[in-house]
């Protein structure tokens, strides 16, 4: 990375409105969308955003040693500044030049859908890693640079971040990047500047709508990923061999593959796949079952279960399979994946009972799940679960009645209600419950509800606490309090000393 770039030299790619009055020209040290991590001779990137706007920040920048701006308007500065229709988009291709192209460096495997995304790309790390091709990744859990794990604020990092975090890859000697791309970071631009190399579609179901406003909408956030990899193309990109990796068997599928200017492949369990599973078997330990790619039929032996789960490890085969690794490197791998903390997650204390926690927070997920427990087990099915407030309002009854539907005993709860008062949202999943059965108990309270649930359990019941997965914290109107589902899970069951 060079530290003589210009402001000038890093807006070269990005369209100027007021270039012809930039008349000072200074070196950039590094680029910030934070005025407080500000340093001397950074750019400051005023972002107009959900909640805040940059824009209100600029005295403070300067004041901490801002070199120059990016703002989206005229504003009052004695520094130089550079207005342009989009801030945030700006922000990624600025990043992207200041961090030397790190995407063009590495492979870069971008993985998006509305449930399956976190898997799919713990399954291809895994993968790649065994195959001798070290990853770094990005995502819902964590962020892993240099075989290194960090924390992560969001899913799909703003774009100078995200810049940023290819360029440590490629330092780390790193050979691919492998992220979670969200519908969020598409529509707002947080993977501008990226150059991927596969795209792949996991499903699309009802979510984010407080957002999206419209299904449609929702769909067309996720088809960015795929026009992408054409643009990339027609700009003769130095790197080649460019797919997009397609659940054939998802209703959205044939709009993503029309607008998909390079190599569609598809899986999934249907005819039409070129990535095939059948003959599946889904047990309480894993899942086998027979692939049937390019003419021939191998069998597969995992140790995660459920038939979503096939879904993603044939988004994962088709992707590595793309990058020329052999049936039989993958098919190791595969064979002993652990599985990702909070998908699936069984919590063993010694209980004669299952006890499941997963991070299902949407209908299809919920749905997913609640099958694949009832699939594997004897007894009758206890689900916990709520809906997380400041989101989508019209998937809460929807969700309850999947779960009354699905349940012997639906257990009404808080996820994380934010701003919004919990017992609000707890009557909303209830009109949806009731709708399917009358057996349900409902308490704003998450641990006594895990509690509660956990006491009525008999042998060969199976326990899903779904919704919050890996978190380890709850967000209540007034504050953020450590809350981990497994923990408590743990505790209601004996596994700990109180």
């Known amino acids: 990375m060079s530290d003589t770039k210009t402001l000038l030299d890093l807006a070269a790619s990005i369209n100027i409105l007021n270039r012809d009055r930039l008349l000072?020209?200074?070196?950039?040290h590094g680029i910030q969308y934070d005025s407080r991590k500000i340093e001397p001779g950074d750019l400051f990137v005023c972002i107009q955003g959900e909640k805040t706007d940059g824009h209100m920040y600029i005295d403070q920048a300067v004041?901490?040693?801002?070199?120059?701006?990016?703002?989206?308007?005229?504003?009052?500065?004695?520094?130089?500044?550079?207005?342009?229709?989009?801030?945030?988009?700006?922000?990624?291709?600025?990043?992207?030049?200041?961090?030397d192209h790190p995407t063009q460096k590495l492979r870069a495997i971008g993985v998006t859908g509305t449930n399956g995304k976190t898997t799919t790309t713990y399954l291809l790390e895994s993968i790649?890693?065994?195959?001798?091709?070290?990853?770094?990744?990005?995502?819902?859990?964590?962020?892993?640079?240099?075989?290194?794990?960090?924390?992560?604020?969001?899913t799909t990092p703003e774009g100078i971040d995200l810049q940023k975090m290819a360029y440590q890859m490629v330092q780390a000697h790193d050979q691919y990047l492998v992220m979670e791309v969200s519908s969020h970071a598409l529509a707002l631009h947080r993977v501008a500047g990226c150059e991927f190399d596969i795209g792949v579609f996991t499903n699309l179901t009802r979510d984010h709508l407080d957002f999206h406003k419209t299904e449609e909408e929702y769909l067309n956030a996720k088809i960015k990923l795929f026009t992408g990899l054409g643009m990339y193309e027609?700009?003769?990109?130095?790197?080649?061999?460019?797919?997009?990796?397609?659940?054939?068997?998802?209703?959205?599928?044939?709009?993503i593959i029309e607008k998909t200017e390079v190599p569609v492949i598809t899986y999934g369990c249907s005819e039409k796949a070129d990535v095939r599973a059948v003959n599946i078997r889904i047990h309480s330990k894993g899942t086998a079952y027979d692939l049937l790619l390019e003419g021939q039929r191998h069998e597969m032996d995992m140790r995660i279960t459920g038939l979503f789960?096939?879904?993603?490890?044939?988004?994962?085969?088709?992707?590595?399979?793309?990058?020329?690794?052999?049936?039989?490197?993958?098919?190791?791998?595969?064979?002993?994946?652990?599985?990702?903390?909070?998908?699936?997650q069984l919590v063993e204390a010694g209980q004669p009972f299952a006890v499941i926690v997963d991070y299902a927070h949407t209908p299809d997920g919920l749905e997913n799940i609640l099958?694949?427990?009832?699939?594997?087990?004897?007894?009758?099915?206890?689900?916990?679960?709520?809906?997380?407030?400041?989101?989508?309002?019209?998937k809460r009854p929807i969700m309850g009645e999947i779960a009354g539907r699905l349940s012997d005993l639906a257990v009404i709860t808080s996820d994380n209600p934010r701003s919004e008062d919990p017992e609000e949202i707890i009557?909303?999943?209830?009109?949806?419950?009731?709708?399917?059965?009358?057996?349900?108990?409902?308490?704003?309270?998450?641990?006594?509800?895990?509690?509660?649930a956990i006491s009525q359990a008999q042998p060969e019941d199976a326990v899903i606490?779904?919704?919050?997965?890996?978190?380890?914290?709850?967000?209540l109107k007034d504050k953020t309090i450590h809350f981990d589902d497994t923990e408590e899970a743990m505790k209601a069951i004996g596994g700990e000393k109180r």
């Open 234 to 255: 027609k700009k003769n990109s130095l790197k080649a061999n460019k797919y997009a990796i397609i659940n054939v068997d998802d209703p959205a599928a044939s709009r």
């Open 371 to 394: 099958k694949a427990a009832r699939a594997i087990t004897k007894g009758r099915v206890i689900t916990v679960f709520g809906c997380g407030g400041d989101r989508d309002r019209t």
């Open 465 to 475: 606490i779904a919704g919050k997965g890996h978190e380890t914290y709850q967000i």
């Open 24 to 28: 000072d020209n200074p070196v950039i």
């Open 63 to 99: 004041e901490k040693g801002a070199a120059a701006l990016i703002t989206q308007h005229e504003v009052e500065t004695g520094i130089p500044f550079a207005i342009v229709d989009d801030s945030r988009e700006a922000a990624g291709l600025l990043a992207d030049v200041f961090y």
């Open 128 to 154: 790649l890693n065994s195959a001798g091709r070290p990853v770094g990744l990005t995502g819902t859990n964590r962020t892993r640079i240099g075989g290194m794990d960090y924390p992560v604020e969001r």
């Open 309 to 344: 789960n096939v879904y993603n490890s044939l988004a994962a085969i088709a992707a590595s399979r793309a990058e020329g690794l052999s049936i039989e490197a993958i098919g190791k791998a595969l064979s002993v994946f652990p599985g990702v903390p909070g998908r699936f």
């Open 427 to 452: 009557t909303a999943v209830e009109a949806g419950v009731r709708s399917a059965t009358s057996l349900y108990k409902k308490f704003t309270d998450r641990r006594e509800a895990i509690r509660y």
